[in-house]
Each structure stands twice: as C-alpha cells, then as structure tokens.
C-alpha cells in the first residue's frame, strides 16, 4: 500500500512563506488553496494500494493515478511553470508530452505521486516569488474550457469531448 499524505509536507508548504521576501498577500492566499487542494488530493489517495490507485473507472482507462499525472502535468506543471514563468524548456516540452491522463502499465506508482509533490513544490516556489497581478509570461495558442465535465460526458456516452495532447 502507497502513502500518499506526507505529515511534513504541509510544513514543506508553509515553508515556502517563510523565506526572507515578503509574499504578496494575495499571492499567500493562493498559496494557501493549493495547500488545501492537495492535501484533499493525496488524502483521498492515503491508503490505496497501487492496483486500486491504477484501477480504470472510466471507459477511456482513467485511473486515479492518472489523475495525479493530469494535476502534475497539466496543472502544476503546466500552469506555474509554463504560463506564469515562461519557462521555455517547459513549453517545448509541452507538444511532445502525450496524454497526461495516461500512465503506462511499467510506470512506477511511487513515482507518479513523487512527481506530483515535487511539481507542487516548483510551482510554489514560483507563485512566492510573483506577484497576484503580475502578466503571463506565456499563454498557449489555444485553450480550451473546463475538462471535467469531460468525464460525465464519457460515463453518459462514451464520447470525450476534451483531450489534452
């Protein structure tokens, strides 16, 4: 069985507001949601074992810890250090990285939950350093809305409206 929650990772988190800049207000607000949002995550994940996290609920084959990889990749990863850092590696990264709701039969569970905390962590460490009204630093030549919805339209019919490639 995987433990997802790591007791010090909330201190980990905290920690990133205690450095010697002063964090924007708003900024320690936003902060503090991303602190809550995944801890809710990975306390839903505590206790799964690597079958039931891999287990395929929808009929496209996603699995909880493919909703990991999605929140590692297309939300931390992506958002903090694509579109609010301009992070050039990581935009040229972005074409060639595949369904990120996907993981690999070989993948390592284990990983894929690192992954997640380690992207959390670089994108806290971004928004400290920002500013809540700071412009982008890059924004994707097409964007599409809220994907979410995309999973009740795949139980109702099968159909996927939105996939992130």
Do not use: K
């Amino acid at each position: 069985m995987l433990t997802a929650v790591h007791t010090n990772e909330r201190d980990e988190a905290a920690g990133v507001l205690s450095g010697a800049a002063p964090v924007d207000a708003e900024v320690g607000v936003l902060l503090g949601v991303l602190d809550g949002q995944r801890r809710h995550v990975r306390g839903i994940l505590d206790g799964l074992d690597v079958e039931a996290l891999r287990r395929p609920v929808l009929p496209s084959g996603w699995s909880c810890l493919g909703l990991v990889r999605h929140l590692a990749l297309d939300v931390e990863r992506f958002w903090f250090q694509a579109v609010f850092a301009g992070d050039a590696e990581v935009i040229a990264s972005l074409a060639g990285m595949g369904d990120a709701w996907q993981v690999g039969e070989g993948a390592d569970a284990g990983a894929v939950l690192e992954r997640y905390r380690v992207e959390a962590r670089i994108a806290d460490r971004l928004a400290a350093g920002g500013v809540a009204d700071a412009p982008l630093a890059w924004w994707p030549g097409h964007f599409e809305g809220e994907q979410h919805l995309d999973a009740a339209r795949e139980l109702i019919d099968g159909r996927r409206w939105l996939v992130l490639t």
